[in-house]
């Protein structure tokens, strides 16, 4: 680990079927790819707001205990709903202050990044055409 490390934190809601999480489990494995060969050792991790673990506070500090001093959590989430916008605020102060020496960023929600709907949208151009 560098002196500096930075840490990736994706927030996905969660489910009661673990099988959920496969696609998030997924994005989390190729993005550490990505980093390895940037060689960018940093930790990727997934965390959840209810019914699965690590919960968001939980993987926060573990990346904590793994020397992180930055920590970037992307909300998995297509929009803005009350999640996002009331509860994850919230955690995120709570968060900044049991960790004051953390600097803990978050970005917007993954569907608002106009590449994710470029990609959704020719997902959804694939489908038709395959339709057929």
């Not at 699965?52 to 998995?76: K, T």
Request: proline content about 5%; charged content about 25%.
């Amino acid at each position: 680990m560098s002196a500096s490390s930075r840490g990736l934190i994706l927030l996905g809601h969660g489910a009661r079927d673990s099988r959920w999480a496969a696609p998030f489990e997924r994005v989390a494995s190729l993005v550490r790819a990505r980093r390895r060969a940037q060689h960018d050792e940093g930790p990727v991790s997934l965390a959840f707001l209810e019914w699965m673990q690590p919960s968001l506070q939980a993987a926060i500090a573990a990346h904590v205990a793994h020397g992180c001093d930055r920590i970037v959590i992307v909300p998995m989430f297509m929009g803005q709903g009350s999640h996002v916008r009331r509860d994850l605020p919230q955690w995120l102060d709570q968060a900044r202050a049991a960790h004051p020496h953390v600097r803990i960023d978050c970005a917007s929600p993954i569907g608002e990044d106009e590449a994710v709907l470029l990609a959704l949208a020719a997902c959804c151009e694939r489908a038709l055409r395959e339709s057929r």
